[in-house]
């Protein structure tokens, strides 16, 4: 069963986010560390909310896809250093979520 790995950014009174240096060092960290594992990644860049004038609830999602469990496993395993370079681009807690690609 494939698998995804979401990490969100979420955006607060006093977050910070470097997407510059998102873009251009820290994904290519994860390329680096947990590529091997990664079947693709997606990024999405917070805009706006749902509503009409309402602020993005995230800096960034990324959406990551695993064939299986197997990979899913493999990635965290070799995140350490990717976990380890958030500090340098954002303040924001990171919220994850492992699911399961239904389409």
Do not use: R
């Not at 994860?30 to 590529?35: A, L």
């Not at 917070?46 to 990635?75: E, K, N, R, S, Y």
């Amino acid at each position: 069963m494939a698998l995804s790995l979401q990490v969100a950014y979420p955006v607060g009174d006093s977050t910070t986010f470097d997407h510059a240096y998102y873009t251009s060092t820290h994904m290519p960290l994860v390329g680096q560390h947990m590529g091997a594992f990664i079947q693709g990644t997606s990024i999405s860049k917070g805009l706006a909310g749902g509503g009409p004038d309402a602020p993005a609830p995230f800096h960034v999602i990324a959406t990551m896809t695993f064939a299986d469990q197997a990979g899913l496993d493999g990635a965290l395993a070799a995140a350490g250093p990717v976990i380890a370079d958030i500090a340098n681009f954002t303040n924001s807690a990171p919220q994850m979520m492992v699911g399961e690609v239904i389409s």
